[in-house]
């Protein structure tokens, strides 16, 4: 079964909605320059109504350590989603004195993007393949090229975002195989609006498959 994460959440009626809807995972993005943008001491209490429903995934881009730190201790997520320059050895270490599951998101600019990132292969707990960054490292609204991955098996855990909404999401996973798909801007009515509807139809265009 394709697994579900719903980005850039900021209120509770929208996790309530991801939940109902079937969504495995809910994000929330720490980026000021974001309009998803949602301070820790907001997330910690976010988290508190996905606890035990669905995992809770913080988003950060190119925090310092005191930062990730924060993040940790006051939101205390499930899984850490590292979405900018962050190194290998970095998230590694974090993964190792935290034991929290990491994740990276990487570009798929081309079919070079695949071979330069397999230096995350076995540090990250999932590679999560978006569109390009432009100003904002991701929720931009572009897909990625999904012929990239066509056949796509790479032995370890992976998930597609970029462009995704409920209506392209079930041509995605068809064509790629992708075991995990990440939606944000396409379930929302305005940037860091997150619509209801959306979130349901999306879920439901991703169990209908």
């Given at each position: 079964?394709?697994?579900?994460?719903?980005?850039?959440?900021?209120?509770?009626?929208?996790?309530?909605?991801?939940?109902?809807?079937?969504?495995?995972?809910?994000g929330?993005?720490?980026?000021?320059?974001?309009?998803?943008?949602?301070?820790?001491?907001?997330?910690?209490?976010?988290?508190?109504?996905?606890?035990g429903?669905?995992?809770?995934?913080?988003?950060?881009?190119?925090?310092?350590?005191?930062?990730?730190?924060?993040?940790?201790?006051?939101?205390?997520?499930?899984?850490?989603?590292?979405?900018?320059?962050?190194?290998?050895?970095?998230?590694?270490?974090?993964?190792?004195?935290?034991?929290?599951?990491?994740?990276?998101?990487?570009?798929?600019?081309?079919?070079?993007?695949?071979?330069?990132n397999?230096?995350?292969?076995?540090?990250?707990?999932?590679?999560?393949?978006?569109?390009?960054?432009?100003?904002?490292?991701?929720?931009?609204?572009?897909?990625?090229?999904?012929?990239?991955?066509?056949?796509?098996?790479?032995?370890?855990?992976?998930?597609?975002?970029?462009?995704?909404?409920?209506?392209?999401?079930?041509?995605?996973?068809?064509?790629?195989?992708?075991?995990?798909?990440?939606?944000?801007?396409?379930?929302?009515?305005?940037?860091?609006?997150?619509?209801?509807?959306?979130?349901?139809?999306?879920?439901?265009?991703?169990?209908?498959?």
């Amino acid at each position: 079964m394709t697994q579900i994460k719903i980005c850039g959440l900021s209120h509770p009626e929208t996790i309530e909605a991801a939940i109902d809807a079937g969504a495995t995972h809910i994000g929330m993005v720490y980026f000021p320059d974001s309009a998803r943008h949602v301070p820790f001491h907001k997330a910690a209490e976010l988290r508190e109504i996905a606890q035990g429903k669905a995992k809770v995934v913080q988003l950060l881009v190119n925090a310092d350590p005191q930062t990730t730190g924060q993040a940790i201790d006051m939101v205390k997520p499930d899984i850490i989603q590292f979405h900018g320059r962050e190194t290998p050895e970095w998230i590694g270490l974090v993964k190792k004195k935290t034991g929290l599951e990491v994740w990276k998101a990487v570009g798929l600019k081309d079919a070079g993007t695949l071979e330069r990132n397999k230096r995350f292969e076995g540090v990250a707990d999932r590679i999560l393949f978006d569109a390009p960054a432009k100003k904002l490292p991701g929720g931009n609204g572009e897909a990625a090229d999904w012929t990239l991955l066509h056949d796509f098996e790479p032995g370890y855990a992976w998930g597609l975002a970029g462009g995704l909404s409920p209506d392209n999401v079930a041509d995605a996973i068809r064509q790629t195989g992708a075991p995990l798909v990440d939606v944000s801007s396409g379930v929302e009515s305005a940037p860091g609006v997150k619509d209801v509807d959306k979130i349901h139809a999306f879920c439901q265009a991703v169990r209908q498959l």
